[in-house]
Nanobody, 124 residues
Framework: QLQLVESGGGSVQPGGSLRLSCAAS????????IGWFRQVPGKEREGVSC????????AYLDSVRGRFTISRDNRKNMVYLQMNSLKPEDTAVYYC?????????????????WGQGTPVTVSS
């Protein structure tokens, strides 16, 4: 059983930065693609970024492209989301999720394992 734990969320002012981390345990992360998703109460969960089982394939939601960077370290079983130039509309609970196989996706479907989420608040 793969277990995921997010950390790094918090409160920042607009224009600030945060680095989210997703720590995996139970199985080698190298067999999974990883997605970062976010959800605001009353809205559907949306895919923010994803990375294939290596770093050869990454994808971003249009609204975060150029501001967010996803990366992974399979030796440490870790995935990261560097978030720069944060905006109030980035406020949400952020989740990492794992999908078996090499290709990632920004859709929640197919992601078998989810973390508990870490909250991000962007406000002045």
């Amino acid at each position: 059983q793969l277990q995921l734990v997010e950390s790094g969320g918090g409160s920042v002012q607009p224009g600030g930065s945060l680095r989210l981390s997703c720590a995996a345990s139970g199985r080698p992360l190298e067999h999974y693609s990883i997605g970062w998703f976010r959800q605001v109460p009353g809205k559907e969960r949306e895919g923010v970024s994803c990375i294939g089982d290596t770093e050869s394939f990454v994808a971003y939601l249009d609204s975060v492209r150029g501001r967010f960077t996803i990366s992974r370290d399979n030796r440490k079983n870790m995935v990261y989301l560097q978030m720069n130039s944060l905006k109030p509309e980035d406020t949400a609970v952020y989740y990492c999720a794992a999908k078996p196989g090499p290709l990632c996706a920004l859709l929640a479907y197919g992601h078998d394992y989810w973390g508990q989420g870490t909250p991000v608040t962007v406000s002045s």
